[in-house]
C-alpha cells in the first residue's frame, strides 16, 4: 500500500471554514445505537453529515436526522493484509468522492482502515474514537499485549496526523494510547450519552425476587457465562434472586455465547432468556438491578448507562470503563473480572437489603444526570468539532 503523505493542502483550502464530516463506522445499527446525539450535535451546528458504514434499516434513523448514509460493504470476519488493503481503499475512494472536511472513524477497525484512508485521501482532520479495546483488552496473554502495543504504535505513528483529536470514554483508554491528563487534543466524554426522560426511576417492582437483568450482545467478553454461574451461586445459597438476559448471539463475532450454552442455560433455574429488545426502558421498570459482568475491552457501556438512568443499583467489574463509571458501594458493587463467586456475593447482599439496592439506583442516576447525559456529549462533541475546525 502506497504510504507516500498527501500533499499539503493549498492556501485556498485552508481558507475554507470545514463543514462537512463524515462517520466512519462499520455497521450502521451500531451508529444509530450509539452516536445519533454527536451527528444531531454536528447538523445543528450547520455541518453536512455523512455516515459511511454497512447499510441496514437502521439507516433510516440516521437519515432522519439530515445525515446521509454511504454504504460501506464488508465482512466484518474478513482479516488480514488483503482484507485491510481492499477495505482501505474502497473507503479512500469513498472519502475522494465526498471530500469531508473532518473524518470521524469509531471503534478500533474504523480507527485503523479510516485513519490510512484518510491519509491516502489526504484529509488532515481526524477524530480517533475509541470505544474501548474489545477483545483485544479482555484478556492479557501474550499475544494480546503485542498485538495491543502494535496497536497503540500504528494509531499514534502513521495513522496520526498534526490535526487529529482523540474522543475516549475512559482515562484507560488514554493512558493505552499515551495521552497524558490535560492533553489538548483528547476529550473524554460520557460515553454515548443518554437520555434520561426516558426512564421511569420511581417505577419499582416490590422485592423479593431480586430482579438482575444484563441488557448486552451475547459475548464471552460481556462475562455472561460469569454472570450466569453467580445466578447459580446465589441461588444455591438460599438467596431470592432472578436473572434475566436480553440480547442476542452474534454468530459474526468469535467470541460469541454458543447454542449449545444457551440450550443448556435455558434449564438454570431462576434464568430467563428474552432475546434482543427495543424497548429498554421498559426492561427497568421490571428490574430491580443492572449487570454488566465484562472482562475487559469495554470504552463505557450504553448498558451501564442506561440501567444507571432508569435509578437501578449496578453490578459490574473492575475493568476500564465499568470500573471508572460504577462508584464501589455507592452506586452498586464492582468485582474482579471473571470472579462469579464474588458476583454472587454481590447479590446475595443485594438481594438481602433492596432498599439499600434502590438507594444505590438513586445515586447511579445522580451520576447520569452530572454529566453523561445526551445533552452533555453532544456539548462536548460540537466543542470539538470547532476547535478542530479551527486546527
Given at each position: 500500500?502506497?504510504m507516500t503523505?498527501?500533499p499539503?493542502?493549498?492556501?485556498?483550502n485552508r481558507a475554507?471554514?470545514?463543514?462537512?464530516l463524515?462517520?466512519?463506522?462499520t455497521?450502521?445499527w451500531?451508529?444509530?445505537?450509539h452516536?445519533?446525539?454527536?451527528?444531531r450535535?454536528a447538523?445543528?451546528?450547520g455541518?453536512e453529515v455523512?455516515?459511511i458504514a454497512?447499510?441496514s434499516a437502521?439507516a433510516?434513523?440516521?437519515?432522519a436526522?439530515?445525515?446521509r448514509?454511504?454504504?460501506?460493504?464488508?465482512?466484518?470476519?474478513a482479516?488480514?493484509?488483503?482484507?485491510?488493503g481492499?477495505?482501505?481503499?474502497r473507503?479512500?475512494?469513498?472519502l475522494r468522492?465526498?471530500q469531508?472536511?473532518?473524518?470521524?472513524c469509531?471503534?478500533?477497525?474504523?480507527?485503523?482502515?479510516?485513519g490510512l484512508?484518510?491519509?491516502?485521501?489526504?484529509?488532515?482532520?481526524?477524530?480517533?474514537a475509541?470505544?474501548?479495546l474489545?477483545?483485544l483488552?479482555?484478556?492479557?496473554?501474550?499475544a494480546?499485549?503485542?498485538?495491543?502495543?502494535?496497536?497503540r504504535?500504528l494509531?499514534?505513528g502513521?495513522l496520526?496526523?498534526?490535526a487529529t483529536r482523540y474522543l475516549?470514554e475512559n482515562p484507560?483508554?488514554?493512558?493505552?494510547?499515551?495521552l497524558?491528563?490535560?492533553?489538548?487534543r483528547?476529550?473524554l466524554?460520557?460515553g454515548?450519552?443518554?437520555?434520561?426522560?426516558?426512564f421511569?426511576p420511581e417505577a419499582w417492582l416490590?422485592?423479593?425476587?431480586l430482579?438482575v437483568a444484563?441488557?448486552?450482545?451475547?459475548?464471552w467478553?460481556?462475562g455472561i457465562?460469569?454472570?450466569v454461574e453467580?445466578?447459580?451461586?446465589a441461588r444455591g445459597?438460599?438467596a431470592a434472586?432472578?436473572?434475566?438476559?436480553?440480547?442476542e448471539?452474534d454468530p459474526?463475532?468469535?467470541?460469541?455465547?454458543?447454542?449449545?450454552?444457551?440450550?443448556?442455560?435455558?434449564?438454570v433455574?431462576?434464568l430467563?432468556?428474552?432475546?434482543?429488545t427495543?424497548?429498554?426502558?421498559?426492561?427497568?421498570?421490571?428490574?430491580?438491578?443492572?449487570?454488566l459482568p465484562s472482562r475487559g475491552g469495554?470504552g463505557l457501556?450504553?448498558?451501564?448507562?442506561e440501567g444507571a438512568a432508569?435509578g437501578?443499583a449496578?453490578?459490574?467489574?473492575?475493568?476500564?470503563?465499568?470500573?471508572?463509571?460504577v462508584r464501589?458501594?455507592l452506586?452498586g458493587f464492582?468485582?474482579p473480572?471473571?470472579?462469579a463467586q464474588?458476583l454472587?456475593?454481590?447479590?446475595i447482599r443485594?438481594?438481602?437489603?433492596?432498599a439499600?439496592?434502590?438507594?444505590?439506583?438513586a445515586s447511579a442516576?445522580?451520576?447520569?444526570l452530572a454529566?453523561y447525559?445526551e445533552?452533555?456529549?453532544g456539548?462536548?462533541?460540537?466543542a470539538?468539532?470547532?476547535?478542530?475546525?479551527?486546527?
Open positions: 500500500m502506497d503523505p498527501p499539503q493542502p493549498t492556501p485556498q475554507r471554514t470545514p463543514r462537512k463524515a462517520f466512519v463506522a455497521e450502521d451500531f451508529f444509530a445505537s452516536f445519533l446525539p454527536m451527528a450535535a447538523v445543528a451546528d455541518f455523512v455516515v454497512r447499510r437502521a433510516a434513523a440516521i437519515e436526522l439530515g445525515a448514509v454511504v454504504d460501506l460493504p464488508a465482512e466484518r470476519r482479516v488480514g493484509p488483503l482484507a485491510l481492499s477495505a482501505v481503499r473507503l479512500a475512494a469513498i468522492a465526498e469531508p472536511d473532518i473524518v470521524h469509531i471503534a478500533i477497525k474504523s480507527i485503523v482502515t479510516g484512508a484518510a491519509r491516502l485521501a489526504g484529509i488532515e482532520r481526524r477524530i480517533f475509541l470505544t474501548g474489545g477483545f483488552g479482555a484478556a492479557n496473554d501474550p494480546r499485549r503485542a498485538a495491543r502495543g502494535v496497536l504504535r494509531v499514534r502513521p496520526e496526523s498534526r475516549l484507560d483508554d488514554a493512558a493505552f494510547l499515551g497524558a491528563a490535560g492533553d489538548p483528547t476529550v466524554v460520557g454515548a450519552g443518554v437520555d434520561p426522560a426516558l421511569d416490590e422485592a423479593p425476587p430482579r444484563i441488557v448486552s450482545r451475547l459475548l467478553t460481556k457465562d460469569v454472570a453467580a445466578l447459580r451461586i445459597r438460599g434472586v432472578t436473572l434475566s438476559l436480553f440480547g448471539a459474526a463475532n468469535p467470541k460469541s455465547v454458543s447454542a449449545q450454552a444457551l440450550a443448556e442455560w435455558r434449564e433455574e431462576g430467563t432468556i428474552h432475546g434482543r427495543s424497548d429498554v426502558p421498559a426492561v427497568w421498570r421490571e428490574h430491580h438491578v443492572c449487570c469495554e457501556p450504553r448498558s451501564l448507562l432508569a437501578r449496578m453490578l459490574t467489574t473492575a475493568v476500564p470503563g465499568c470500573g471508572a463509571f464501589d458501594g452506586d464492582v468485582v473480572p471473571g470472579d464474588a454472587a456475593e454481590a447479590m443485594l438481594a438481602a437489603d433492596p439499600r439496592a434502590r438507594a444505590m439506583g442516576r445522580a451520576r447520569v454529566g447525559t445533552a452533555d456529549v456539548r462536548a462533541y460540537a470539538l468539532l470547532r476547535d478542530l475546525a479551527a486546527a
